[in-house]
């Protein structure tokens, strides 16, 4: 099992910035994938990063050059570092990892509100 907590969202203007954190506990040595997601009001879950276990990230087009994926093995935390945010950005944040053996899980945070204003 792998538990996650999601902090850092919040209010903010059109181009601002904000970071957010997903901390996890557990069994974090069988994590295998990590992921940034956000789901905007009446849409679905869209994928925003992805970073591997060698350091391999992913972005989806609309954040390319504006959020940056990363995490600190050593705090066993995840991060997605969001610059020059856009009202479209508004959305809630959802950080997921998937775990390889012995677990194979998939597992979500609470998620974080990040709204942007124009």
């Known amino acids: 099992q792998v538990q996650l907590v999601e902090s850092g969202g919040g209010l903010v203007q059109a181009g601002g910035s904000l970071r957010l954190s997903c901390a996890a506990s557990g069994s974090t040595f069988s994590i295998i994938y990590i992921g940034w997601y956000r789901q905007a009001p009446g849409k679905e879950r869209d994928l925003v990063a992805t970073i591997n276990n060698v350091g391999s990230t992913n972005y989806a087009d609309s954040v390319k050059g504006r959020f940056t994926i990363s995490r600190d093995n050593a705090k066993n935390t995840m991060y997605l570092q969001m610059n020059s945010l856009k009202p479209e950005d508004t959305a809630v944040y959802y950080c997921?990892?998937?775990?390889?053996?012995?677990?194979?899980?998939?597992?979500w945070g609470q998620g974080t509100q990040v709204t942007v204003s124009s």
């Open positions: 997921n990892v998937r775990t390889g053996y012995p677990t194979h899980g998939n597992y």
